[in-house]
């Protein structure tokens, strides 16, 4: 077997061992282990079934892991991406009003168009034409989106069912006391450099939340999901020509792109695999083993499964090869086998008839929305035509409570700045393009 790992993995190439795989493996399924907890809540408000997402996350991650290791050798695990997963149920299915099934067909399209991207070399078309203030303002509005839904699940902000407006909520409550307890230790964690604090925090939570009687532990820790309705094999392509749908995949298909070149090059950097000429080896196998991650997650009733920035912690440990993300992958299936303990955490409290907290797991949203604003910093905000855009779009996505929206705005913002401001040359054909997407998408809603 060691033999085996060595030749498929070239583990003394890159002066690494199985002890030190293992224990980056560890390490990285800490950090990224609140997903476990996370989207099956995400995915019961797109409606899916809470067990049959709890499977799809953890049967997904394995698979689009185990891809990226045998196909591109990296010690970069798969998960189902934040973002990408709140775009899916609250935009998809929320907003544009389509079913979860619809939405699983648009991701399961979105990974098809990025495997075809991949395989025929044209990502860096498709990612030179987006301009770097948007880059920036998307990631930074969806981790403003994500921390607004962690502040409303968490309690600390309600939304006046009078005026519609969000105001801040009833703090008194014990569940909000228990989200801001978990917020306050979980950033401290962070702030003092502990691996895998967002666990930590959740961990925290739950034993405070048992304590105070918010939830009562059963008794019982090991037992496979209980399914009511099973997400796999569940597309549907129905609303294939409408225009709403082709927009999604379109925004899926750019939001999965952008995440995962970014954690190629952020990983790659620390675990020193890009080159003198600043190119990753292998990068076109790792982005197909993204693209085919996201493909099979979608089959088994997930959102965009993408690559994870969290695994910058196992290659901090020592984690330089494929065989990491095949240790997490380890770890996600077994952790199916607790399906009691991940109701536990994430089934939510109920306050009243149709409104629901999350005490335990709403302050991982907010600490995660926290750490994707920091592209902020890129934006040039010297250039009118590159700001106005770039802000429009990042206040657009958590006010429209979209990101499709958001991005909708940004888009149109940018084209019509830099169009009336004699500096047309600068916008990318496709930018245009796709401009017109979202206009004729707003015109056919109007006239519906």
């Known amino acids: 077997m060691k033999h085996l790992l060595e030749k498929v993995f070239q583990l003394s190439q890159r002066n690494t061992n199985i002890k030190i795989e293992f224990i980056a493996g560890v390490t990285t399924f800490m950090t990224m282990s609140y997903i476990i ?30 891809i990226m290791a045998l196909l591109a050798n990296y ?59 948007l880059k920036n303002s998307i990631a930074t509005g ?22 519609h407006l969000p105001q801040l909520g009833e703090i008194h409550r014990v569940e909000v006391l228990i989200s801001i307890a978990g917020l306050i230790f979980t950033s401290v964690l962070l702030a003092r450099g502990v691996r895998g604090s967002i666990l930590i925090g959740i961990i925290f939570s739950t034993v405070l939340s048992i304590i105070l009687g918010i939830v009562k532990f059963e008794g019982k820790l090991i037992a496979f999901p209980e399914v009511k309705e099973s997400a796999i094999f569940k597309l549907d392509f129905s609303n294939f020509f409408d225009i709403t749908f082709l927009v999604a995949v379109l925004v899926f298909l750019y939001m999965v792109l952008f995440d995962t070149v970014g954690t190629l090059i952020g990983v790659g950097q620390a675990a020193g695999l890009v080159g003198k000429d600043g190119k990753l080896p292998r990068a076109e ?81 907010i600490i995660v929305g926290s750490m994707m604003v920091r592209p902020v910093i890129n934006i040039n905000w010297d250039d009118i035509t590159d700001s106005i855009p770039a802000f429009i779009t990042m206040l657009g996505i958590p006010l429209t409570f979209s990101i499709a929206d958001g991005i909708a705005l940004g888009f149109v913002s940018y084209t019509v700045v830099k169009l009336f401001s004699g500096r047309f040359k600068e916008i990318n054909w496709m930018i245009i393009i796709l401009t017109l997407v979202f206009l004729a998408r707003y015109v056919f809603l109007a006239l519906k």
């Open 285 to 365: 196998r790792a982005l197909l083993s993204d693209a085919l991650g996201t493909t099979f997650g979608a089959l088994l009733g997930t959102s965009t499964v993408t690559a994870y920035i969290e695994s910058a912690s196992g290659v901090a440990v020592g984690g330089r090869t494929g065989l990491t993300s095949i240790f997490v992958a380890l770890f996600f299936l077994i952790s199916l086998f607790f399906y009691p303990i991940v109701k536990l955490i994430g089934g939510g409290i109920e306050i009243e008839p149709g409104y629901v907290l999350h005490p335990i797991t709403a302050p991982a949203l």
């Open 142 to 163: 969806i981790g403003l989106f994500i921390t607004l839904i962690g502040f409303i699940q968490a309690g600390i902000i309600k939304i006046n069912s009078g005026t």
């Open 75 to 133: 010690p970069i695990a798969l998960a189902p991406g934040m973002g990408e997963n709140f775009f899916f149920a609250y935009t998809v299915v929320g907003s544009m009003g389509l079913s979860w099934q619809s939405a699983l067909a648009i991701v399961f399209l979105s990974g098809v168009l990025f495997s075809i991207l991949s395989l025929v070399k044209l990502r860096e078309a498709v990612i030179d034409a987006m301009p770097g203030c």
């Open 37 to 66: 907890f996370v989207q099956p809540v995400v995915l019961s408000h797109a409606g899916i079934d809470f067990g049959a997402g709890l499977i799809a996350t953890c049967v997904g991650s394995a698979i689009g892991s185990v």
